[in-house]
């Protein structure tokens, strides 16, 4: 079968497409031939080796994938259904998605939602899939359309466009940070209403400023999350799932304790499978699949390597899936 390779022999990483024996596939009670997978921020760093993503080599990368099962041992699975898989550590410590076979824990997987085809779901993936555990999270917060905008870093990235799609459909009054200055076309057919510079947000700024956002979902990290805790207004809440900026946090206390503003940290990597489904079933009911067509770039799996240099870069926009089969 073909496959990404990342391997570190002598210490040079490198990332090549090889081909590679069923029988060197790790262990799991499920395999799956994969139809699909994509291109996250995480992804990227693995094959460019430029954060410790990886945990063991050789490593086939690939943190989402969705396929057909193709053997199963555990008895919620059987042989053709269609299964999606984000995190858990595949890509990063157990073999993952940008390979023809995958073999996984079933605990790993969950079905293909109806309404979500599995080209679809990949162009969701696990940006998409973070989006929505983000705006699950301001919603059990209390925030609701009539509370004022919701402000969303990064735009253009994958978590930031399926966020501002997500919310705009459920109402929300939506102001975009991009970085990209050709972007606002893009942004306003996702639904976004205003758009910032992120030059706005990225420079040191007050422990508190003018409130203006009732909510926030910050894939940055760095200044730009702490002038959006700055910037929110008395009790509202920033649901923190990035570091595109930075990992620091360079803030101060006075918006948690003179403005009751919460931060709430997402993670879609170990999220239980409960809260997995729920956030599916969500993408497959609140989510324009049309406006995927409008964030999506199909590529095959000899260009994912260039593709991952070039999201570093920050040359992306929106997402990209990969067609395996
Ligand atoms: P993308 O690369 O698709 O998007 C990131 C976006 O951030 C870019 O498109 C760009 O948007 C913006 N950006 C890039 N560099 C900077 C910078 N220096 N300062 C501020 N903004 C910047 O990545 P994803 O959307 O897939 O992921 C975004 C972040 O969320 C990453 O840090 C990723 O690791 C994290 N993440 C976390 C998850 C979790 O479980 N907690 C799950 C998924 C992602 P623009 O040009 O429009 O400003």
């Not at 402000?151 to 990235?157: D, E, S, V, W, Y």
């Not at 930031?160 to 459920?170: C, D, E, Q, R």
């Amino acid at each position: 079968m073909r496959a990404i390779i990342v391997d570190k022999p002598e210490n040079q990483y490198q990332a090549s497409v090889q081909l590679v024996e069923e029988s060197q596939l790790p262990d799991g009670d499920v395999s799956v031939d994969v139809e699909w997978s994509t291109i996250n921020y995480k992804d990227a760093l693995a094959i460019s080796g430029k954060a410790p993503v990886v945990r063991s080599f050789p490593m086939v990368p690939g943190i989402d994938f969705v396929g057909k099962v193709r053997e199963s041992g555990d008895s919620r699975y059987k042989a053709g259904d269609y299964v999606v898989l984000n995190g858990w550590g595949v890509g990063e410590g157990h073999w993952g998605g940008y390979a023809q076979i995958a073999r996984v824990k079933g605990d790993w997987l969950i079905p293909l939602p109806d309404g979500i085809t599995p080209r679809y779901a990949m162009a969701i993936g696990t940006a998409g899939y973070t989006a929505m555990l983000c705006v699950m999270a301001l919603e059990k917060h209390g925030i609701q359309p009539d509370d004022g905008e919701i402000l969303i870093t990064g735009a253009t990235g994958g978590v930031g466009s399926v966020a501002i799609a997500l919310l705009s459909k459920l109402g929300y009054s939506v102001t975009a940070v991009s970085g990209k200055s050709d972007a606002a076309e893009y942004l306003h057919q996702l639904g976004a209403k205003q758009i910032l510079p992120r030059d706005e947000f990225s420079a040191p700024g007050k422990p508190l400023a003018k409130e203006r956002w009732a909510g926030v979902i910050d894939v940055a990290g760095g200044n730009t999350l702490a002038n959006a805790c700055a910037q929110t207004k008395y009790g509202g809440a920033v649901a923190a799932c990035g570091l595109a900026e930075s990992m620091q946090l360079p803030a101060t206390v006075a918006p948690f304790i003179l403005r009751g503003v919460h931060l709430i940290g997402v993670d879609s990597v170990m999220c239980p499978r409960e809260k997995r489904l729920a956030a599916w079933q969500r993408l497959a009911t609140d989510l324009d699949m049309q406006l995927l067509d409008k964030m999506l770039t199909e590529i095959p799996l000899d260009e994912v390597i260039p593709n991952a240099n070039a999201l570093l870069a920050g040359k992306l926009k929106g997402r990209v899936v990969v067609k395996i089969a």
